[in-house]
């Protein structure tokens, strides 16, 4: 054994005589005996420090949190997710599986598909009758889930969209032949990790992109589906967020295609990363609390209490999750609802002098805080753009799709009246914690106000859609592409999910016509 350079000569030569060098402890002297005969020199301080998450007692190191939560990714069961919370994820799920279709002709969709359709495989790319490799199904399809940003959300200490997970635990599920109960509960991990760790790691404010905390999520729901142990659970997870921690300039100034695209990568890497751990590769660790880990790294410290993650008895924070009433960022939800009835209430828009937008802090900074989002040049940046979209819902009365083709967002008209906008943070409601409010006031030019506050919009967790809501969400995201029929037995298929036991059938519903 290699001392310390700093221990005494003494020391060095009683340790060599007793454990004799690279020799075992069978041939040397009893390790009780070693330390009796130490202690009575006083050098029992000199010898070598346990290593590090070791103790020197024969009691177990703290379980490192990639390991408690591959422990709740393992235990979880279907019987533990009452009827509400399987109610909520056909919810989600119909709802993000519209959202794809609606997008599924989108440039960059249709480029993600085509990469991932270059290869053969087992899971389904939906709105086709053809299969590639799993993370790239995952990935492929969570670009066209995400790419209109009309998917659910979750508002904790910064803003996801949940959902995005959806795709990666579909292609995992059919690949792995998993029973929809499986999925369901896969759906559910991916949810829960990612929300819970939104609520205690504000990376955001560090300059890192909230898809991040889509890497540990989905690492374990795609690990739960291949029936991992929670050894190879949490190696997961090690090896899912070491090497693919994205940069937040995806959501900054001119925004671009990735936008869109950036969950489904972290999707990818992290189907990748289960599917490596199956293999038996080992990830760095302790990969949270380790002396370069992600704690010191990426978030700084924090207390995740895994215990008080849901599960029989405790609600799951899908249950907080969003659907969206309108295809734009979270932030621009509650000022679409203002914008509306404040512009019914105004009549003429040319009465209007100027308009004043109150936003909480981080619907400032990823909205309202750069130049870029008074003159758009990308539907990605209109989409995040406050002013655009408060003065287009004021103009049209609504938010489509279609507010965000390019000869909208460079309307003469429209880019005129933004000037008259103007964007702050309000502290009262960067306190409303959970919630995304916005308070838009007109000042006419009589010298008139008039503002409307709005904290939750239609959808939102407080102010949840019924089964008509959502199927009448799914009908506008798919419009003409299927006769409605048809759309009848998909929803009705859908709607059906957990009871469903052939999933590639099911996928294969979604295929569009050629």
């Not at 690492?219 to 921690?245: E, S």
């Amino acid at each position: 054994m290699v001392l310390h350079k700093r221990i005494d000569p003494m020391a060095y030569r009683i340790g060599k005589v007793c454990f004799g060098r690279g020799k075992s402890m069978r041939n040397g002297v009893p390790r009780r005996q070693v330390a009796a005969g130490l202690a009575a020199l006083g050098l029992l301080g000199m010898m070598p420090r346990a290593g590090v998450g070791q103790t020197a007692s024969s009691e177990p190191s703290a379980r490192s949190l990639a390991e408690r939560l591959a422990e709740y990714a393992h235990r979880l069961r279907f019987e533990d997710l009452d009827p509400a919370t399987v109610e909520r994820v056909k919810t989600h799920v119909i709802d993000t599986i519209g959202c794809g279709i609606g997008a599924f002709d989108e440039r960059p969709v249709r480029v993600c598909r085509d990469v991932a359709l270059a290869v053969g495989g087992n899971a389904t790319v939906i709105g086709t009758n053809r299969r590639t490799s799993a993370d790239l199904a995952a990935f492929a399809n969570g670009a066209a889930f995400r790419y209109f940003d009309f998917n659910d959300t979750y508002v904790g200490r910064f803003s996801i969209h949940p959902s995005d997970h959806i795709a990666a635990c579909l292609a995992v599920a059919e690949a792995e032949r998993a029973s929809a109960q499986e999925l369901f509960v896969s759906i559910i991990i991916a949810y829960e990790v990612n929300c819970r760790l939104v609520d205690a790691l504000d990376i955001t404010t560090r300059g890192w992109d909230p898809p991040v905390m889509s890497l540990p999520a989905l690492a374990l729901a795609a690990g739960r589906l291949m029936k991992l142990d929670p050894d190879r659970l949490a190696q997961a997870v090690n090896i899912a967020l070491n090497d693919h921690i994205p940069m937040a300039q995806t959501r900054v100034q001119t925004l671009s295609d990735w936008k869109g695209l950036a969950d489904a990568e972290a999707g990818r890497n992290a189907v990748f990363a289960a599917i490596l751990a199956r293999g038996g590769v080992t990830g760095p660790a302790p990969i949270f609390e380790g002396n370069s880990g992600f704690f010191q790294q990426v978030s700084g410290p924090a207390n995740v209490d895994v215990n008080a993650f849901g599960q029989r008895g405790v609600p799951f924070r899908i249950h907080r999750c969003s659907l969206k009433p309108y295809p734009a960022v979270i932030y621009t939800q509650t000022a679409i609802v203002a914008g509306i009835d404040v512009a019914k209430d105004v009549g003429s828009l040319d009465r209007i002098a100027a308009i004043e937008i109150a936003t909480t802090q981080r619907g400032y900074q990823r909205t309202g805080s750069e130049p870029e989002k008074w003159l758009p040049q990308t539907r990605e940046t209109a989409d995040h753009s406050l002013p655009y979209v408060t003065a287009r819902a004021m103009f049209d009365g609504d938010i489509t799709n279609d507010s965000f083709a390019p000869q909208m967002f460079r309307d003469p008209g429209i880019l005129a009246f933004m000037k008259k906008i103007t964007v702050k943070e309000d502290p009262i409601l960067t306190k409303r914690v959970g919630a995304a409010p916005t308070r838009v006031t007109a000042i006419l030019v009589d010298g008139q106000r008039i503002s409307r506050e709005v904290d939750y919009a239609p959808g939102f967790a407080e102010r949840p859609m019924n089964r008509a809501d959502v199927e009448r969400k799914f009908r506008g995201n798919v419009g003409k592409r299927w006769p409605k029929e048809r759309t009848d037995a998909i929803l009705q298929a859908l709607w059906g999910l957990d009871q469903t036991e052939d999933l590639p059938v099911l996928l294969s519903m979604l295929s569009m016509p050629t």
